[in-house]
């Protein structure tokens, strides 16, 4: 699991959709994905939106480790209904993912299978590579086209010390901060993110 093969991914995906050139958002780890696919394919990106995410490496404030590790202790009975488990989940994931926002949004990824509650994410292969997740794989060249990065007012995820290596890979980079948001914008200031985006591509 890497930033590579997830560029890959796309690569081969939005052609087939038919959406090339594309305007790309990606938020965290998908503005990472988004980011790395600009740079590596300018020809598939006519504009950038790097939401709450910085090519830097954001090790030493990522909760990433302890949700990973909290996610795969979860123990849920098999045959419980629905409502049932997504209690159970949250319950043992509280003492670590005291956010109910994100605790919320992670509890999307648990779905029904068979009759047993599991993740959808490949939790195993997170965990495998979480220093390459939590790190940009360095690059070169730059992607000349109009960005945005789009910050939350309460986060620390793009650091002012950032800044020079974004202006180094997109020299066409705006910053916007929307207040009052933390990591997750589009969840805190949903109006405020919708204004921006649309401000940045009117």
């Known amino acids: 699991m890497s930033y590579e093969a997830m560029s890959r991914d796309l690569q081969d995906l939005l052609p087939q959709l038919g959406l090339v050139p594309c305007i790309l958002v990606g938020h965290s780890m998908g503005g990472k994905t988004a980011m ?28 990433l480790p302890s949700y990973v590790a909290a996610m795969r202790a979860v123990e849920i009975p098999d045959e419980v209904p629905r409502s049932h488990a997504r209690k159970l989940a949250d319950e043992q994931l509280s003492p670590v993912v005291q956010d109910v926002v994100t605790r919320q949004f992670l509890l999307t990824n648990l779905v029904e299978v068979d009759g ?13 590579h979480l220093q390459e997740l ?9 992607y000349l086209g109009p960005t945005l990065f789009l910050l939350g007012g309460n ?3 793009v650091h002012p010390s950032h800044y020079p290596e974004i202006r180094r890979l997109f020299p066409r980079a705006q910053m916007q ?26």
């Open 155 to 157: 986060s620390q995820f």
């Open 134 to 142: 939590l790190a940009f794989p360095p690059r070169q060249e730059s």
């Open 177 to 202: 901060t929307v207040l009052n948001a933390g990591h997750w914008i589009h969840a805190d200031r949903p109006q405020d993110f919708m204004a921006a985006i649309q401000g940045f591509l009117a």
């Open 116 to 128: 047993r509650f599991v993740w959808r994410v490949n939790l195993d292969a997170v965990a495998q």
């Open 36 to 63: 790395l696919l600009a740079l590596q394919r300018p020809d598939l990106v006519e504009r950038l939106i790097a939401v709450d995410s910085s090519p830097a490496e954001t090790t030493f404030l990522s909760n």
